[in-house]
């Protein structure tokens, strides 16, 4: 094959190179096939699952999203074989992607009227959120492969965190669709059953099916982890840009202020603050946010101090910017990378610090499906050989922070391309 050759069409655009398919390695194939394979399987497991649901409508839920996540893949390499042919501008194929998106979301309420008119709003949100949730993650492996595989080792485990972090919050917006058994429901099987082909995660000490309580008890978790880190985000940095970029008096009582909250142990004070503030979501989220609001102020502070003094700030004082303008187009956004790898990390910390004030007895209350409770009750029941009960919350605690994590190290890969040399 002499020249790059190449095949367009609506629906696919592969372009030809010159080493041919007999030539790629072993290793290459063997991935491509554990990779289909485990595709494969996970629908399958996933339909499986969804045809045993309590709601009677897991199937349809789990087939209309991954409909909808499939034609915003095809959509998007659609838009952009048009834009390479010079067919559409950047700016038009973002329209046209957009009005497609917005097509395939008119096109779901008949589909909801149609499955559950008592309730066909929420049915439509998840066919939405669901399906734009897989989208972003199989858009992620379409696009971002070519772009991580060149960092390495740790490229594949920024990609590995995005996918399960992402699959973690797919399964959490479907929970409701897809759970066996209502998962507040007690009584539902024997009391602390081992895992078995009518209950696969076994039960709980209240005969509470396991799998359904792992499948909905991320939703409070997650949303304690995104409020705590956009309270963080939203006073960390206009404080840290602020402090650093002013400097005199205000910057040394508030780094003084950040640092003494600093000092105490992250745990130790999440725990005073939420038995001050009580149990609930927010006042979680809160208690979170203070323990790391010092980390963004910070890293920030610490890289406006150094951008500051850079010749292209220097030249815009000397032009008669304004203190505003400097802050907000020059400083911050060349700052704002180490940010966006602490916010990933920060993610991880507030998954784990939630788990503890839950573990302690500080967390939600106990009619909330919640990991850590499930935690919490299992680790009493260890001790009579119901390891079930104790392992796979903790198990799906440590996924969700392990995967926040490996997207920290992903965005700081992406963020930095230094390091790659």
């Not at 205000?250 to 640092?259: A, G, N």
Request: net charge neutral; proline share 5%; hydrophobic share 60%.
């Amino acid at each position: 094959m002499g020249k790059a050759k190449t095949i367009s069409g609506v629906f696919i655009y592969l372009r030809l190179i010159q080493e041919p398919f007999r030539e790629r390695s072993k290793l290459w194939w063997a991935v491509l096939t554990i990779a289909m394979v485990g595709t494969l399987a996970v629908v399958a497991n996933l339909i499986i699952l969804a045809a045993r649901s309590n709601s009677g409508l897991g199937v349809p839920v789990v087939i209309g999203t991954i409909i909808f996540a499939v034609a915003m893949l095809v959509t998007s390499s659609f838009r952009n074989l048009l834009i390479r042919q010079g067919t559409l501008s950047s700016r038009m194929g973002t329209v046209f992607l957009f009005g497609v998106f917005c097509l395939f979301g008119i096109l779901a309420i008949p589909a909801s009227i149609f499955l559950l008119p008592v309730a066909w709003l929420e049915l439509w949100m998840v066919f939405v959120m669901g399906g734009v949730l897989l989208g972003v993650l199989l858009l992620f492996l379409y696009y971002g492969y070519s772009l991580l595989k060149e960092r390495g080792s740790s490229g594949y485990l920024a990609m590995t965190g995005f996918v399960m972090v992402l699959a973690i919050i797919y399964m959490t917006v479907i929970s409701y669709w897809i759970v066996p058994y209502d998962p507040f429901w007690i009584n539902v099987g024997p009391i602390l059953f081992p895992p078995s082909p009518g209950f696969p995660l076994g039960t709980t000490s209240l005969g509470q099916d396991l799998l359904s309580r792992i499948i909905a008890g991320g939703a409070v978790m997650l949303q304690v982890a995104f409020i705590s880190v956009v309270v963080c985000f939203s006073v960390g940095v206009p404080l840290g840009l602020l402090a650093s970029f002013r400097g005199g008096i205000l910057d040394r009582i508030l780094s003084l202020i950040m640092d003494s909250i600093f000092a105490f142990p992250g745990l130790i004070l999440a725990i005073a603050i939420t038995a001050m503030l009580g149990p609930g979501v927010v006042n979680m989220a809160l208690a979170i946010a203070v323990v790391y609001v010092p980390s963004y102020f910070r890293v920030l502070r610490s890289q406006v101090l150094t951008i500051k003094e850079l010749p292209y700030v220097e030249a815009a004082k000397a032009i008669g910017a304004r203190d505003r303008d400097i802050m907000i187009r020059y400083v911050l956004p060349n700052a704002l990378a180490s940010v966006v790898v602490v916010m990933s990390i920060n993610f991880a910390d507030a998954v784990l610090t939630a788990a503890g004030l839950t573990f302690v007895g500080l967390g939600f209350p106990i009619d909330v499906a919640d990991w850590g409770w499930d935690l919490t009750f299992g680790w009493h029941q260890l001790i009579t050989g119901a390891w079930w009960v104790i392992t796979f919350p903790g198990l799906m605690i440590v996924l969700l922070a392990l995967g926040f994590t490996l997207v920290g190290e992903g965005l700081n890969e992406i963020l930095t391309p230094m390091l790659k040399d």
